[in-house]
């Protein structure tokens, strides 16, 4: 059984920056995606960048430039670091992965950036 556990959410200023991390455990397949989605208030629940696990990534357009995905495989470890931090930028952050044939999500990270 895959387990994912974020970690690192907070209260930043608009500006700021702040990384967050999903350590995976159990027996992890490939191939496989990880990836950071968030969710505000009101709102459906959005992708926000994609790993595969050959390294390719994807990032939504909001937040192209300003995050970025990476892994730590020795780790089982996805990070996103978040610079440039926008109050849009306000949700709570999932942590994903997929692999054959099963979606397993973390129980997610709040990040609130103030203005």
């Known amino acids: 059984q895959v387990q994912l556990v974020e970690s690192g959410g907070d209260l930043v200023q608009a500006g700021g920056s702040l990384r967050l991390s999903c350590a995976a455990s159990g027996t992890i397949f490939s191939p496989n995606v990880m990836g950071w989605y968030r969710q505000a208030p009101g709102k459906q629940r959005e992708l926000v960048a994609t790993v595969t696990n050959g390294g390719t990534t994807n990032y939504a357009d909001s937040v192209k430039g300003r995050f970025t995905i990476s892994t730590d495989n020795v780790k089982s470890t996805v990070y996103l670091q978040m610079s440039s931090l926008e109050p849009e930028d306000t949700a709570v952050y999932y942590c994903?992965?997929?692999?054959?044939?099963?979606?397993?999500w973390g129980q997610g990270t709040q990040v609130t950036v103030s203005s």
């Open positions: 994903k992965l997929r692999t054959i044939g099963r979606d397993y």
